[in-house]
């Protein structure tokens, strides 16, 4: 193994080429990346550096420098644009690059709005680039008028951001609550009385019409109830698609994603993937998880395996938002929960999934013991009893002992 190819310079690709190195692997490392910057960490985009509090220079993973003293070869502003899986050989702005191992970690785009209701015009945004967010942050000012859609957590990230720079919010959820795909309605309850304390309109069962453009920038909504109010500007958090192109032009297996199996290799035994663009073999079914702690983790498995390693990738899920002054923290997938245990501390409050009597997740709002004492119970496969968790006098400590 000489040469190895990692495209996508984002989280995943950044911490498989330093795993590489801590390895101890001493062949040639290229890093590609499309943006035209170092390896940055996108949480901050809805919510600190979006709301203007924290330095361009604190979101990059690493400095620049970093990465020639490693002897890694960063490319940034560069694009593969071709996999030919047969020569083991990408091309990038003309360009020629041979692999013995390829990683594709190319992350997710975000979707738009179409341009037949007015996607296309200006003011109307997207949060998944440093660039997306240096275009929009000068536009979300006090006194203007914001429409969010959709109410997943960037949406209500953005929402909670745009109402703390003063503007007036509303969020549109087409389906019938916000949080449907990943949180109980016991969370989205909560969060949905959190922006409604702080001003924010939200409307839930309601989606996008058309947007209304004048001079091709966009100036108000008409949603699907037939309502029509005025808007300076728009921000979607609708969902990503999984950056798969070259990975289809490679002909590895797809499946709601590139699919690898459990050690990060996809159906060709030199290309591997991690991260957001990566579906992975979990509990029997195949899931892809879109958080930086998964990145992190499959991108560092991959790395070792890529050296022989054989190991499986364990993925130990955990997520975290923030919004006005709650952080909210994840630990566990609640995927086929049919029961919720509320455990309501007052200020510290957290949620816990079960599947019958199998502990599976935990939100924790504001609660970093409940999200601790969750997450090493998860790992553990400990399940305490939901009665016992929902007493906000239990000793939850004692249950790691049980
Ligand atoms: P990315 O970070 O998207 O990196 C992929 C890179 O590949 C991109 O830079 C892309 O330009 C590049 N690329 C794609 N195709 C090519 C090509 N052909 N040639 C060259 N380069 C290419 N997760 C959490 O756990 N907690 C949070 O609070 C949280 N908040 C978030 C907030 C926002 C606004 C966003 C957008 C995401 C958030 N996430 C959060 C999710 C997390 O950031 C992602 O899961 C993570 O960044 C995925 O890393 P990745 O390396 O797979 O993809």
């Known amino acids: 193994m000489d040469k190895i190819i990692v495209v996508g310079a984002g989280q995943a690709g950044a911490s498989c080429v330093a795993k590489l190195r801590a390895e101890g692997f001493e062949g040639a490392i290229t890093l590609i990346g499309e ?4 390896p940055y ?17 604190r979101l990059f993973l ?36 041979e692999y013995d191992a390829l990683v594709l970690a190319t992350g997710s785009t975000p979707r738009r709005l179409p341009a037949n209701i007015g996607g296309d015009l200006a003011g109307v945004h997207v949060v998944r680039t440093l660039a997306d967010v240096d275009a929009m942050a000068p536009e979300v000012t006090a006194d203007r008028r914001a429409l969010i859609v959709g109410g997943g957590y960037i949406g209500l990230e953005a929402a909670a951001v745009a109402r703390k720079r003063g503007m007036d919010v509303t969020l549109i959820e087409a389906a019938p609550r916000i949080l449907g795909r990943v949180a109980a309605p ?11 304390g702080h001003g924010v309109k939200i409307l839930e069962g309601i989606g996008l019409t058309c947007l209304n453009g004048v001079d091709n920038r966009v100036v108000g909504a008409i949603l699907s109830n037939g309502e029509e109010h005025p808007y300076d500007m728009v ?34 035994p030199s ?4 991260g957001d663009c990566a579906s992975l073999p979990f509990g029997g079914v195949r899931i892809r998880l879109e958080s930086v702690q998964n990145a992190i983790d499959q991108a560092e498995a991959v790395a070792k395996n890529i050296l022989g390693a054989d190991q499986d990738y364990l993925p130990k899920p955990w997520f975290w938002s923030d919004q006005y002054d709650v952080k909210l923290q994840i630990a566990g997938l609640n995927m086929g929960y049919d029961r919720v245990a509320v455990r309501d501390g007052g200020a510290a409050r957290s949620h816990w999934y079960y599947e019958g009597d199998r502990l599976l997740a935990v939100d924790a709002m504001n609660d970093p013991r409940g ?3 969750g997450k090493r119970l998860i790992e553990a496969g400990k399940s305490p009893s939901a009665e016992v968790v929902a007493d906000p006098e239990s000793d939850l400590k004692a249950l790691l002992k049980a």
């Not at 960490?41 to 220079?57: D, F, I």
């Not at 016991?186 to 409604?196: C, V």
């Open 35 to 38: 943006e035209p910057v170092p």
């Open 41 to 57: 960490q996108r949480p901050p985009l809805s919510k600190a550096y979006l709301l203007g509090e924290m330095e361009l220079e």
């Open 62 to 97: 690493r400095p620049e420098a970093w990465y020639g003293e490693n002897g890694i070869d960063l490319r940034m502003g560069a694009k593969v644009d071709a996999v030919d899986a047969a020569a083991k050989t990408v091309s990038v702005g003309g360009e020629m690059l």
């Open 186 to 196: 016991e969370t989205a309850d909560y969060f949905r009385a959190l922006h409604e």
């Open 235 to 268: 921000i979607a958090g609708i969902g990503i698609l999984t950056n798969d192109a070259l990975a289809k032009m490679a002909g590895v297996t797809l499946d709601n994603g590139i699919a690898t199996d459990a050690h990060g290799r996809t159906s060709d």
């Open 271 to 274: 290309i591997w993937a991690a």
């Open 371 to 373: 999200y601790m004492i």
